[in-house]
C-alpha cells in the first residue's frame, strides 16, 4: 500500500499552490480532485481540453497523480474525455459520486454501467465513493451497486461509516470491493476531527485490506471547510507519518 494526497486538502487554493503545499509537506503522490462548484479544478476544465491540462499539470508540479476524484456527476461524452486525460497522466483509477438517496436502483445500474464500460476501454477502475446522502451510505446498498455492476468497484471512506446513519452497522462486506481510500480521523458525531482525537482504527482498517490483498493507495483527504482554527499541515504531517508507520 502507498500513501498518498488529495488536492481537496487545498481546494479553498487554486490546484497549483496545493500541488506545492502537498509537495512541501514531503508527499509524493497526489489524488486529483474536482468540482464544478470549486474555483479549485472544475472537471469541465480538463474536459475542454485535456491535452491542455495535461501541460498545465506537468509545469505545476512534479509529484505523481495516481487518481482523478469528481465531486459531481459527468456525463458519458465528458467522462470520455476525461478518461483521455487520465491515460495521459497514466492514471488508472476515477472515483465519483453514487447517486443522491431516492434514485431509482436500477437508474442508477444503467448510469454506472455505461461509465464502466467507456473506462474499461481505457484499462481504468471506476468506483463510486461511500458517503453519506447517497446510495452508497448504506454498506448494503453499496455492495449490492457492485454485485450488480460486474468490475465497479468502491472507494472507500470509512468517515462516513464512522460519523452517519449507518455508525452502528457493521461495514465489513465492503471490502471485497474497495479499490481505493479515503482517509481522515472521526467520531461518531464529527466527520472530521484532529488526528489521533478521532475513532477510525487504521491498524484494524489496514489489517482488512490486506485480507483483500488490496495494493492500491491509502489517499489523505482533509476537508478545508472543517479545519477551523487546525493546524493543517500538522495534521497532514500527523496522518501521512502515522499511515506510512502503519503500512511499512
Known amino acids: 500500500m502507498f500513501v498518498a494526497a488529495s488536492s481537496r486538502c487545498f481546494s479553498d487554493e487554486s490546484f497549483e499552490v496545493s500541488c506545492e503545499r502537498l509537495t512541501d509537506l514531503e508527499f509524493d503522490k497526489i489524488e486529483i480532485w474536482m468540482s464544478e462548484e470549486s474555483d479549485h479544478l472544475k472537471p469541465s476544465e480538463v474536459v475542454a481540453s485535456p491535452e491542455d491540462f495535461y501541460s498545465r499539470f506537468r509545469e505545476a508540479t512534479r509529484l505523481t ?16 474525455s476525461l478518461c483521455k486525460a487520465a491515460k495521459m497522466l497514466r492514471i488508472a483509477q476515477i472515483t465519483i459520486p453514487a447517486s443522491p438517496l431516492g434514485t431509482p436502483f436500477n437508474t442508477e445500474i444503467d448510469r454506472l454501467k455505461a461509465l464502466l464500460e467507456i473506462a474499461s476501454r481505457d484499462g481504468i477502475r471506476l468506483s463510486i465513493k461511500t458517503k453519506t446522502g447517497q446510495l452508497t451510505e448504506d454498506p448494503r446498498t453499496a455492495t449490492e451497486l457492485c454485485q450488480s455492476v460486474k468490475g465497479l468497484g468502491l472507494t472507500l471512506d470509512p468517515s462516513y461509516y464512522t460519523c ?65 482554527d487546525t493546524d493543517r499541515a500538522l495534521e497532514l504531517r500527523k496522518l501521512r507519518m502515522l499511515l506510512e508507520s502503519v503500512v511499512i
Do not use: W
Open 164 to 228: 452517519g446513519p449507518f455508525s452502528n452497522t457493521s461495514y465489513d462486506l465492503v471490502f471485497p470491493y474497495v479499490c481505493h481510500i479515503h482517509l481522515r480521523d472521526s467520531t461518531a458525531d464529527q466527520i472530521q476531527v484532529p488526528v489521533g482525537l478521532g475513532e477510525i482504527d487504521y491498524s484494524r482498517l489496514i489489517s482488512m485490506l490486506e485480507r483483500q490483498e488490496y495494493h492500491q493507495f491509502l489517499s489523505v483527504e482533509l476537508l478545508p471547510e472543517l479545519l477551523k
Open 65 to 80: 497523480p495516481i487518481a482523478f476524484c469528481l465531486e459531481n456527476d459527468i456525463s458519458p461524452a465528458g467522462f470520455k
